[in-house]
């Protein structure tokens, strides 16, 4: 017997090995196994597929060393969704294994999954067939703490059939290890260890569903007709118009069908949040699972749902779509616009939007999209029919929306009325709004101090000596920092051209906010959440539910505060610079820029009073601006279609962005140019470039980029024959073969 097996590399998308005889019956597709690879290396891996090969082969061929799991790991159909990752991504199955897989199921050094033991305390064999208790106390009666250990022992195990923890056991009763070391040696209790689970047990009692008002049972019986005539519905409700109570609905009747739900977040931070909302009415049905949960935690939630008695409902980022399903019969893509949902770095490069609408097809389930602001390619599905689509264009209990005022910055700055970073309006309301026991969130979408230093004398700006980027100054640890590589450098304290000390912050950053919001309103209770605030496990949900309690009162963010966070005191919104949204060299700038305004917007005047939003901004007329401040979606859309079609973009054209990196620059031109032109002898001007992107040096590797543009309607594998075809011949000559090649699809 031969096999096929997936590593998790990034080389070819199989292996071939050999079956001993005594292992042939344990092999099937989705099966670990262990195998060496390359000179004494060990890996995991998983069967593809069982096959015959030509006897000539026999003696290259090496055995697997070992079967590793009793049972597949890998169910169908998720073989055939990798398969379909790594043909429409362009990446091979290796590296779709090694994104698909918990580490502790894939590591390069095999590993068991580590079961947790914890140790109970019970009554040794001979004391607990005797019902004599008189006579059990009579061997304690002189040893007190003893007596009241043992007396806690019997009054705590009444309920839990003669067993305890043992830490439960002391903790709970002040007791000393002594005394139950004690009860041991006069063989009265014994400890033992038993193997628990590392996930959140709840209480077995759960609500009912809230019931739905008219608007929402009106959109969710328009969702479930659609459903039976389309696979995909985009439901369309503005912030704080119930969406989540819909899809609690649709979770319920797909349990009442024994079939199982996947709920997609952008961002781990906000499970803890929704996933309390749902867990009063599904309890222990309910699984979360991401990249922050341990090795070991995943690995058991895996485990978990290839039972029978597994979960049945997942909430999860973007990585719990290669958890192994059953029986799928919903998929709900919460915030479907957010560009998050895109994995960029290590392939494969999905996006898990398009990806849960493939794998829900596979198991014939149906997938719903949510979004206050859909993006473009969503919302044109739903126009042209592809997707159902329903609209909530109403707050719950029929709360308005937020009023969004413009404050146009540059005409404050020309009367030098602009103090600092907030405009006289802003603080006269976050005032206010404090002064009314409500709360405030401040929007800037940079992390750190400033984006950039620079001399005031010369211009010089320090530079990251290993990426092509100016370093971003962190005024709180005094360092300057890459965001693409991440290395950091001591502050400088004069210009190295021309020696003057004075290095002026260029632009600011959540740090500054934060700076300028102690020294503006002194003694105000203040937390940032960004990236720099938020890399402890629990951090962020430390400071969202201070924040959600009152004990913060204002709360500055970058776009982690944007994506569905629902706070019942928020009053006020401020977005410190919408023109830096706009200022993107990306097609979608517009876009995300609308999006983020509206969705930060959204978390303003949710409950108790209508929000308002102070929008600061240089160009108050922008068009842009102008529909935000309206809330007016289709006005964006159509005027984003225009521009889309006229200059061949989606959702008329598909992307394709190729990346290639080398440290020699010159190799990396001659590269770049081979592979162009042999794309263009087949694509014409349907090819782009190469070109230096914005960023066109990380981390010491020179970068070159090809544009794919690509009409709806072609096929993708005839175009993805073509790309081969164009990387083979550039393979194939020596001087470019160490070019480092990614591929990125429908780049976001």
């Not at 696979?231 to 797909?254: D, F, N, P, Q, R």
């Not at 024994?258 to 997609?264: G, K, P, S, V």
């Not at 979360?288 to 980022?317: C, F, K, P, T």
Request: with cysteine; hydrophobic share 35%.
């Amino acid at each position: 017997m031969y096999i096929e097996v997936i590593l998790p590399v990034p080389l070819a998308d199989s292996y071939t090995y050999f079956v001993p005889p005594e292992m042939e019956k344990r092999m099937a597709p989705g099966i670990r196994v262990q195998v060496e690879f390359g000179k004494n290396k060990r890996y995991s891996g998983i069967v593809h597929s069982i096959r015959q090969i030509p006897l000539e082969l026999l003696k290259t061929i090496k055995p697997i060393l070992a079967v590793e799991s009793e049972r597949p790991i890998v169910c169908h159909p998720q073989l055939p969704f990798w398969e379909w990752i790594a043909d429409y991504y362009l990446c091979k199955l290796g590296e779709v294994c090694h994104a698909a897989l918990p580490p502790g199921l894939r590591s390069e050094s095999p590993t068991a999954y580590t079961a947790k033991k914890k140790t109970f305390v019970r009554l040794t064999a001979r004391y607990s067939e005797n019902t004599d208790f008189n006579q059990t106390f009579e061997s304690v009666k002189r040893a007190a703490k003893q007596e009241e250990l043992l007396l806690a022992f019997f009054h705590h195990t009444q309920e839990t059939h003669g067993v305890i923890a043992k830490n439960d056991l002391l903790t709970n009763n002040g007791a000393s290890t002594a005394a139950l070391n004690g009860l041991i040696k006069k063989g009265i209790l014994e400890t033992f260890e038993k193997t628990i689970s590392r996930l959140p047990v709840y209480s077995p009692e759960v609500q009912e569903p809230n019931t739905l008002h008219p608007r929402q049972q009106q959109a969710y019986r328009s969702i479930t007709k659609s459903f039976k005539e389309k696979e995909v519905c985009l439901l369309h409700g503005v912030t704080s118009s119930g969406k989540t109570e819909i899809y609690i609905h649709l979770m319920a009747k797909t349990l009442e069908q024994n079939r199982q739900a996947l709920l997609l977040l952008p961002e781990i931070a906000l499970t803890t949040q929704i996933t309390e909302r749902i867990r009063k009415f599904f309890g222990n049905k309910v699984g979360v699972y991401h990249s922050r949960i341990n090795d070991n935690e995943r690995v058991e939630i895996w485990n978990h749902l290839l039972d029978d008695s597994g979960y049945q409902i997942i909430i999860g980022a973007r990585s719990s779509l290669f958890l192994p399903f059953k029986d799928l019969g919903l998929i709900i893509v919460d915030e479907e616009h957010e560009p998050s949902y895109k994995q960029q770095d290590p392939a494969p490069r999905y996006h898990a939007r398009n990806a849960a609408i493939v794998l829900a097809k596979m198991h014939g389930a149906k997938t719903l999209l949510g979004s206050a602001t859909p993006s473009i390619e969503s919302y044109f599905n739903a126009q042209t029919g592809k997707y159902g689509y329903v609209r909530l264009d109403k707050r719950f209990e029929e709360k308005e929306l937020p009023t969004i005022i413009p404050v146009d910055v540059k005409e404050l700055r020309r009367k030098k009325k602009m103090k600092s970073i907030f405009s006289p309006l802003l603080i006269e309301k976050i005032q206010e709004t404090l002064q009314a026991g409500e709360q405030v969130l401040l929007f800037q979408n940079r992390r750190g101090f400033s984006p950039a230093l620079s001399c005031r004398i010369c211009d010089w700006m320090p530079k990251c000596r290993f990426c092509d980027v100016s370093l971003t100054y962190h005024k709180q640890s005094n360092r300057l920092s890459c965001h693409y590589c991440g290395r950091t450098y001591p502050v400088l304290s004069a210009c190295p051209e021309c020696g003057n000390p004075d290095l002026k912050p260029i632009g600011f950053g959540t740090e500054k906010v934060e700076e300028e919001v102690k020294t503006v309103f002194p003694g105000i209770s203040v937390a940032r959440i960004d990236t720099d605030t938020t890399k402890n496990k629990k951090s962020f949900e430390i400071i969202l539910s201070d924040f959600a309690s009152g004990k913060t009162q204002i709360l500055i963010g970058t776009q982690m505060i944007s994506k569905g966070l629902d706070f019942e005191n928020v009053r006020l919104v401020g977005i410190l610079n919408a023109d830096s949204l706009m200022n993107f060299p990306d097609f979608r700038a517009y876009e995300r820029a609308w999006q983020l305004i509206s969705q930060v917007a959204g978390r303003a005047g949710r409950r108790k009073t209508s929000g308002e939003v102070i929008l600061q901004t240089s160009h108050p007329d922008h068009p842009l601006i102008r529909t935000a401040l309206s809330h007016q979606y289709e006005a964006m859309y159509e005027m984003q279609m225009e521009e889309r079609q006229l200059f061949r973009y989606p959702p008329f054209y598909r992307l394709i962005y190729i990346y290639l990196k080398h440290k020699k620059e010159d190799v990396l031109n001659a590269a770049a140019h081979v592979f162009a032109q042999s794309l263009r002898e087949k694509l014409g001007d349907r090819v782009l470039g190469p070109e230096k992107p914005p960023t066109s040096r990380i981390q010491n590797l020179y970068i070159r980029r090809i544009l794919l543009k690509i009409e709806a309607g072609v096929s993708v594998r005839l175009l993805h024959e073509i790309i081969k075809e164009s990387q083979n011949r550039i393979r194939s000559e020596s001087v470019s073969s160490s070019v480092i090649i990614q591929y990125d699809v429908d780049p976001v």
